[in-house]
């Protein structure tokens, strides 16, 4: 009963109206109409509706209000006539520019950083990715303090959502102590996570990262390659639907298990405080053995996508590592149609749609092609008396036994360090 409560609680709730505000200035490199575009979608995300949108041509931005006095009047005659609640800014905000601009035109107002920290305050639902968002909201706000005044940003409501919200308002020192008693606490939990990367290393498990934009297909790539026994992870049509890392065991063609890993969406102009307040979390994909960039082929901006991931990996140094770019959602183009990034050599790209199982198939072999192991193919004998290994084996590597009169018979490819414990068995030795 009370989940039913609840649930028609929510669906009652009121979907905030808000008007954007961007600038050609603050979009460079990409151009106006494409950035504003994904200021809606993230707009979208946070749960609120788009009603109305500003945009203006600058040489230099305004110290006062980052825009021209006359698009600030031009926002608020919008804002009253539409009757908002909030106007969302696709530039970065300096918190006196945010004081300026609520006395000017009455209403809340949000900078795409902010936006952003409300997104991911939304969807954190793990203990640390709970306290990455808090202390990127805390370390965001700590500049601002000086600029914000007389409108209180704690309850619900876009921008405002979240861990760290109640504490935006109090003053730099105390802001200080909750940081490093968060550092603190993270330091903890990424010894729990080196302790369970220790361990998956010593499995001798590959493991293979998804990476890339937002809303790409990672996470529908991850259901497709995972094991039927495994839990489906979430998917929706929404930028930044999946924000802590979801793991699943998949098995190669030849039978061996890996690891598949999906991480957080990138997006263009993503907040250098949540890019370091994850970085612990990215930096897991140093320690794959493979990655899976993933591009939305449909996409127009198919060079902002590549550029946007390439950048975030250089960040964390990882670009050095294997990777392979997936061109996901190819059924809905022309492949002949369409721009490659010249940097991409063609044995390490693959077009594929995540729903056509052959595609699926096709990446699986791209997979295993490109794992940096030297596996050896042999084929093991069995003596019918002796089948305590060659179980082992069948249910480690999920193979069909050929049971011939002279023995039980098995295929596989294997590492080097692990022929030693079998070398009794191999026929072609």
């Not at 109305?52 to 006539?81: C, H, R, W």
């Not at 805390?138 to 504490?167: A, F, H, V």
């Amino acid at each position: 009963m009370d989940n039913v409560f609840l649930e028609n609680l929510n669906s009652q709730k009121k979907i905030e109206k808000v008007i954007t505000v961007g600038t050609d200035l603050g979009a460079f490199p990409h151009s106006l109409e494409t950035s504003m575009d994904e200021l809606s979608e993230l707009v979208r995300a946070d749960g609120a509706e788009v009603v109305g949108e500003v945009t203006q041509n600058l040489v230099k931005f305004n110290p006062k209000y980052l825009i021209g006095s006359g698009k600030v009047q031009e926002i608020k005659d919008m804002a009253e006539k539409l009757e908002v609640d909030a106007i969302v800014f696709n530039d970065e905000l300096s918190g006196i520019q945010v004081r300026n601009l609520e006395k000017k035109i009455k209403k809340k107002v949000v900078d795409r950083t902010n936006l952003i920290l409300d997104i991911f305050g939304l969807r954190a639902t793990t203990y640390e990715a709970k306290l990455q968002v808090e202390l990127a909201r805390l370390e965001y706000q700590m500049p601002r303090l000086l600029g914000i005044d007389g409108w209180s940003r704690t309850g619900g409501g876009i921008g405002t959502r979240g861990p760290g919200e109640q504490i935006i308002e109090t003053d730099r020192r105390r802001l200080q102590r909750e940081i490093d008693k968060i550092k603190e606490k993270l330091k903890k939990a990424e010894k729990t996570r080196d302790t369970t990367r220790n361990r998956r290393v010593n499995s001798n498990i590959p493991v293979v990262s998804l990476v890339g934009y937002t809303n790409a297909g990672k996470s529908t790539i991850l259901n497709k390659l995972k094991m039927e026994d495994s839990k489906e992870v979430s998917v929706k049509n929404m930028l930044f639907e999946t924000l802590d890392p979801s793991s699943r065991r998949a098995r190669l063609p030849s039978g061996r298990e890996f690891i598949i890993s999906d991480t957080v969406g990138f997006v263009s102009k993503l907040p250098t405080k949540i890019v370091e307040a994850f970085k612990s979390t990215l930096e897991e994909i140093k320690y794959s053995d493979l990655i899976l960039h993933v591009i939305d082929s449909s996409s127009e901006d198919i060079e902002i996508q590549y550029k946007t991931a390439i950048s975030i990996l250089k960040d964390i140094d990882v670009i050095d590592k294997n990777i392979i770019t997936v061109f996901n959602k190819s059924d809905k183009i022309n492949i002949e149609d369409i721009n490659l990034p010249r940097e991409i050599a063609p044995e390490k790209q693959i077009f594929i749609s995540a729903f056509n199982d052959e595609d699926i198939e096709r990446l699986l072999q791209k997979i295993e092609d490109n794992l940096e192991e030297n596996y050896v193919d042999v084929k093991l004998k069995f003596p019918y008396d002796d089948t305590e290994k060659l179980f082992e084996l069948v249910e480690k590597f999920d193979v069909v036994p050929n049971y011939e009169d002279d023995g039980i018979y098995i295929d596989l490819s294997l590492r080097q360090d692990e022929l030693q414990g079998v070398k009794e068995y191999m026929t072609n030795v």
